[in-house]
């Protein structure tokens, strides 16, 4: 699961119709061939613009061990998106322990994304409809141990 929480220190791009930021983040396939497996939050019209906040949650299937994800920040504008800036996380950063805080924007010398990435294994992915629920993260959290532990001494004895 990727939560999309909040960003820090974006540009003002549209002058004229105001900001309205919003993030597109894209498993990095390592197949060329497969489909394009991407999520992307509403738009931020209102409020501190420049300092967006979402607090959206996703689930992006399918993502094969081993593929990073990139997040994208962009602007709508009355014609299109112009691009803030992006985050490529290598998955190294997030699995198997997942990740939570702030990535530096790339074009963006201050700007930051605040994300949580919680990889989810087949047991715990059919609980998570249940357990959507931002109180309920702790919980999410310690079942998600148990089944690291669970996978990866199930690998070791096969």
């Known amino acids: 699961a990727v ?7 974006l540009q003002h791009m549209n002058h004229f119709t ?6 597109v983040c894209e498993v990095k396939h390592l197949d060329q061939n497969a489909a394009v497996t991407k999520v992307e939050t ?18 992006l ?6 593929e990073p994800l990139e997040f994208t920040v962009y ?5 299109g998106s112009k691009t ?13 322990n997942g990740l939570s805080g702030m990535l530096s ?3 963006l010398p201050h700007a930051m994304l605040h994300v949580i990435i919680r990889p989810l294994g087949q047991v715990v992915a059919e609980n998570t409809a249940a357990e959507a629920g931002v109180a309920d993260d702790v919980t ?3 079942k998600k141990k148990k089944k690291i532990k669970v996978g990866k001494k199930s690998k070791q004895c096969c």
């Open 18 to 23: 105001g900001d309205h930021p919003y993030v």
């Open 140 to 142: 999410l959290s310690k």
């Open 61 to 66: 299937e399918p993502w094969h061990e081993g």
């Open 84 to 96: 803030e800036g992006k985050v490529i996380l290598g998955p190294e950063l997030f699995f198997p």
């Open 3 to 9: 939560s999309i929480l909040q960003a820090h220190g």
């Open 105 to 107: 924007i790339s074009g």
């Open 42 to 59: 509403k738009p931020v019209t209102e409020g501190d613009t420049a300092n967006p906040f979402w607090g959206e949650t996703f689930h």
């Open 75 to 79: 602007d709508k504008g009355l014609i």
